[in-house]
């Protein structure tokens, strides 16, 4: 009986560590655009694409240039979750910035309700860089896992 238990328990193990794991990203996009003339949105991909198919690589020999149709990577099977621009024409919106954390939250925990993992969260900001530029955006990406 102990050896039956030992073997399930190994044939187990060997399963769950066999089994590859999967990655998804999930983007934030909020406006940073005065007046409130931008546009903010969480984008979720739902279709895959293989990194392979759109790669090439360059040697000494060999440097000829990738051919990839960029209509061929871009995915047109998304899911787009309206989020609130950071400022409306008086100026910044604490109510927006609640309203998004809320939204994006939400997001956050749909995805672990549905056995994904958040394992890394980075950001970054192209601001408003005075007068002449109208532009602006906080992205934001989310990294799954299961």
């Known amino acids: 009986m102990k050896k039956i238990i030992l073997l399930a ?9 066999s089994t590859a794991q999967e990655y998804k990203v999930v983007t934030s996009v909020e406006s940073i655009v005065p007046s409130g003339l931008g ?3 969480i984008i979720d991909a739902n279709a895959d694409r293989d ?3 759109f790669t090439s690589e360059q040697t000494e020999e060999d440097n000829t240039r990738n051919k ?11 899911e787009e979750t309206k989020l609130l621009n950071f ?4 100026g910044i919106r604490f ?6 954390d809320a939204l994006i939250s939400s997001k956050l925990s ?3 309700q549905n056995g994904w993992e958040l394992v890394f969260v980075t950001s970054g900001v192209e601001a408003d860089a005075g ?3 109208g532009q602006g955006i906080f992205i934001t990406r989310y990294i799954f896992k299961r």
């Not at 990839?68 to 099977?77: G, T």
């Open 68 to 78: 990839s149709k960029r209509s061929d990577i871009r995915v047109k099977d998304f």
């Open 110 to 112: 749909d995805m672990a």
């Open 131 to 133: 007068n002449t530029d």
């Open 9 to 17: 328990l190994f044939a187990f193990t060997a399963i769950t560590t």
């Open 51 to 53: 990194f392979k198919e």
């Open 95 to 100: 109510q927006n910035i609640a309203s998004n």
């Open 87 to 90: 400022y409306n024409v008086a």
């Open 39 to 41: 546009r903010s949105r």
